[in-house]
């Protein structure tokens, strides 16, 4: 199959560039002294995942049980899942340890620390837990600073568990666009963690971890003193987020939505296609950022960006190319019916998430399909 | 299982208010003397459409081929894929109508016309076609006066197919919040389909078909006088957009989330919970809407509606519940770690596209799982 056989809509993966993704996050991190974890959630696909690791990634981050479980039977035995637990999730956390898994889970309160020591307990089971750190006030976590970081790291460890680290993510990394803030939102990142490790430690309690990580931090960190791993997951792919971020081009974008025109408004200057938002996701990432590219960014079906053209708007499996700036009264005959482009998404993540697979192309054009999962 | 034992997230669909919302709309079109055709891309799933068609639904409309193929095999027969027909779509259909499935198809343009009928001929079959009306300047579709929809039709008959009918949608139904607007835009899709059915017949065409339709506009619809049959979709779950349209309440809402509380940051009145966007979708249709619900509106888990609470905001696998108005310092009070919580989504179809299945809970309270599929 090739890209002009293939059923449309499809989720195309270009190979070169998704290979050129993972030798650069993995060289930079190698150069930068730390290990690598990336986050499989952006893609949950086997191939790809095979592809980091050989790379040299150190295990994976995931962010369901279902990914742990999916992973470790494809072989992956070092994982964390990066998602506060909760006493409903402790039997399958244990099974999977039970059957070899080096599954770590994550808490951020004395309630969360109590009920995984006392489940563990009852079960004559040992969890490896990591404190969630707070480093810019984005989503989860304990502050650096607060007090309860010691209390919770007590409380694993007198309940019998094994403080095995602390993790922070600077989600707060996607909000900016400067190389300067990335820099700065990047050491406040590693500082935090540090600071973190730094105090469990002073109180006498073990943090052989600290795990950092975002793909705009990762990509933008000039330093990882104390930093023992870094995760990223988005990189793998890229998307027009990131590109807004500034720490990838259209060139390295390797995931893209493969479509058909089926249909024109010539007098509006439509031509619509069947990828709507079933397709793309309803992920609108770049409303808010320096370039708003709608649904995504309209490429050739060879994936050249055709840069004054977007996908406007989105029904479920209906979508509309229009011409920024001014209507393309001509739009039928630049697209007509039958022609297939390719769409760069807004969110690689929220995209892949509605395709039950890839096509992956090769260098030499040729597609092979790369299935991925979903659900809980 | 009943809703204190299933893993979280996961969508439940309430069978009452479900059964309920079916027989309201079948009722309707029944005393409005239209048959009834729901679509079915809103939920994909066999036990819902088999409900529907219980309930006296005559076929069904897709929004994918794959819609078509999995009913089919299901038992249902009367389908129309309600999106315009391509050349390299062509030999599924047809391997469909081989199969002995009555799949309809539809055109708009006289590019997808020829390429129909030319195919048709090379294949040695007749497609029944329908001709998309543009009633509204919505999408896709010829207006009723444009002299194409009789160009469109001769090409369809002279070529050898069969023109079965024409079919609108008042896609801009979905914008209104007033019941005499949405009286007006239902008026409007109904006079625009029947009258490009009566120009094709003054034509010399047949035109047995007259199918329009939307949610909104079907319940909104006075008479309906020339029309053949209505399609709907969204009706059979209900959302907070068609509760902000006007069209339901939230008690007739049968899609929820239930999700768990995983942690809190109690100064900003955030409650961490395992709804992100992959459970909930990225869809956030009432942000332009007289109600913004966020992410959507939070429940107890019996469903009965915390309106002061909404989910502000939503990562792949972490939602933020937070108070509208001002911050609530005693989230954790109120939504201890562990307390199950239903969320009503802004959009069904999108939010039921993100899960493998839905959990339908019955009136006594237990589970039963009902697979749904996704994908091309």
């Known amino acids: 199959m090739n890209i002009d056989e293939l059923n449309t809509p499809a989720a195309l993966v270009d190979v070169g560039r998704m290979s050129r993704n993972i030798e650069r996050m993995q060289r930079r991190l190698d150069s930068l002294g730390a290990s690598f974890r990336p986050h499989v959630k952006t893609t949950k696909c086997e191939p790809i995942v095979r592809a980091q690791v050989a790379a040299g990634a150190r295990g994976i981050t995931v962010s369901t049980l279902k990914e742990a479980e999916q992973f470790f039977a494809n072989g992956v035995s070092?994982?964390?899942?990066?998602?506060?637990?909760?006493?409903?999730?402790?039997?399958?956390?244990?099974?999977?340890?039970?059957?070899?898994?080096?599954?770590?889970?994550?808490?951020?309160?004395?309630?969360?620390?109590?009920?995984?020591?006392?489940?563990?307990?009852?079960h004559g089971a040992v969890f490896e837990v990591w404190i969630e750190v707070d480093v810019d006030g984005h989503r989860s976590g304990i502050a650096p600073e607060d007090d309860l970081l010691i209390t919770v790291g007590r409380a694993l460890v007198g309940g019998g568990m094994n403080l095995g680290g602390v993790l922070a993510h600077a989600g707060s990394s996607y909000e900016y666009s400067k190389h300067e803030d990335l820099v700065r939102i990047a050491e406040q990142e590693r500082a935090g963690a540090v600071r973190a490790a730094e105090r469990l430690r002073a109180a006498g309690l073990t943090c052989p971890v600290v795990s950092i990580g975002s793909t705009p931090t990762a990509l933008s960190a000039e330093r990882l003193e104390g930093v023992t791993e870094v995760r990223a997951g988005v990189y793998v792919m890229?998307?027009?987020?990131?590109?807004?971020?500034?720490?990838?081009?259209?060139?390295?974008?390797?995931?893209?939505?493969?479509?058909?025109?089926?249909?024109?408004?010539?007098?509006?200057?439509?031509?619509?296609?069947?990828?709507?938002?079933?397709?793309?996701?309803?992920?609108?990432?770049?409303q808010r950022q320096q370039h708003d590219f709608g649904y995504g960014l309209v490429c050739s079906k060879n994936g050249a960006p055709l840069s004054d053209y977007v996908l406007s708007s989105a029904n479920q499996e209906?979508?509309?190319?229009?011409?920024?700036?001014?209507?393309?009264?001509?739009?039928?005959?630049?697209?007509?019916?039958?022609?297939?482009?390719?769409?760069?998404?807004?969110?690689a993540c929220a995209t892949g998430a509605q395709h039950p697979e890839y096509q992956a192309i090769a260098e030499d054009g040729t597609a092979e399909t790369w299935p991925r999962f979903y659900g809980w």
């Not at 039970?98 to 995984?116: F, M, N, P, T, W």
Request: glycine share 10%; proline share 3%; with cysteine.
């Open 78 to 122: 070092d994982i964390v899942y990066a998602v506060g637990m909760i006493p409903t999730k402790l039997p399958q956390a244990l099974a999977l340890r039970r059957q070899g898994c080096d599954l770590k889970i994550i808490a951020d309160s004395i309630q969360s620390a109590e009920a995984i020591a006392a489940f563990g307990r009852d």
């Open 238 to 286: 890229f998307d027009l987020v990131m590109h807004n971020v500034g720490v990838c081009g259209t060139a390295d974008i390797a995931l893209s939505v493969l479509t058909t025109v089926i249909g024109h408004q010539e007098d509006k200057g439509w031509a619509i296609v069947d990828a709507g938002w079933m397709a793309m996701s309803r992920d609108r990432g770049t």
């Open 318 to 347: 209906h979508g509309v190319i229009s011409r920024i700036g001014s209507v393309d009264r001509d739009i039928a005959k630049h697209f007509p019916i039958g022609t297939r482009l390719r769409i760069l998404p807004n969110h």
